[in-house]
């Protein structure tokens, strides 16, 4: 079966430091991959999206990058974080082809203080 | 691109009563509809979906029914317990298009 990890779960950063989430699925290959961020009683709002190694689609603009060096691995990272950057970060994964569920992950609980 | 649109933002019933959801989508191209639930602090996760090629679809106390003339969708939930307290999410998608358009969230609160 498929599983999905996210690590830290939680994280309390100072502004202006950097950044690096990490999101990691097993059991499946050649999957989407997608980050979310969750301000506090808000709506998923997507930021990337990727389709293959080195395939980033970015949504947003904004402070924060990501990248996907493996297969299975997605990476969110920012060079200096905003008081604004702080929310619940959720990885997801979906099977090709657009018409599939979406499995999320943990979540990372970020705080910029 | 899609817009999809959700109310209501917030909906409070009493324990036993039935709960209704709607949302409606903008691209007539969208053929693939999903419902999560989210608790407090958790991931969202899946309850039901439904395809365009079906009107309605249930799963025990859960239902979803779509209108593609109207180009909208809803989620019906039947004796609602407290347990069923979430927020709610309704989202689009098409065929061969890699993302989902989601709604801005429904928090159903369900009083014993």
Redesign the interface.
């Known amino acids: 079966s498929q599983t999905i990890h996210q690590w830290p779960a939680t994280l309390v950063q100072p502004v202006g430091s950097p950044l690096s989430l990490e999101c990691t699925v097993e059991g499946t290959s050649n999957p989407n991959l997608y980050w979310y961020r969750q301000a506090a009683g808000r709506g998923l709002q997507l930021l990337f999206y990727s389709v293959g190694i080195g395939q980033i689609s970015s949504e947003v603009p904004q402070n924060l990058s990501a990248s996907r060096p493996q297969d299975r691995q997605f990476i969110l990272s920012s060079k200096k974080l905003l008081l604004s950057d702080s929310g619940f970060y959720l990885c997801a994964w979906s099977a090709q082809g657009g018409q599939y569920e979406q499995y999320f992950g943990p979540g990372t609980r970020l705080t910029v203080t | 691109g899609e817009n999809v649109e959700q109310h209501p933002s917030t909906l409070s019933v009493q324990e036993g009563d039935s709960a209704v959801i709607k949302c409606t989508y903008s691209d007539s191209a969208s053929?693939?509809f999903?419902w999560y639930k989210q608790e407090l602090g958790?991931?969202?996760?899946?309850i039901i979906?439904i395809?365009s090629n079906v009107g309605e679809k249930k799963d025990q106390r859960i239902a979803v029914t779509l209108n593609k003339t109207a180009k909208h969708f809803s989620l019906h939930i039947t004796e609602t317990q407290p347990e069923d307290s979430a927020v709610y999410?309704c989202a689009a998608?098409?065929?061969?298009?890699?993302?989902?358009y989601?709604?801005?969230?429904t928090k159903l609160n369900v009083k014993p």
């Not at chain 2, 998608?93 to 989902?100: A, E, L, P, T, W």
Request: charge should be positive; aromatic fraction near 26%.
């Open positions: 053929n693939y999903p958790k991931r969202p996760q899946l979906d395809r999410f998608s098409k065929y061969n298009f890699n993302k989902f989601f709604g801005s969230g």
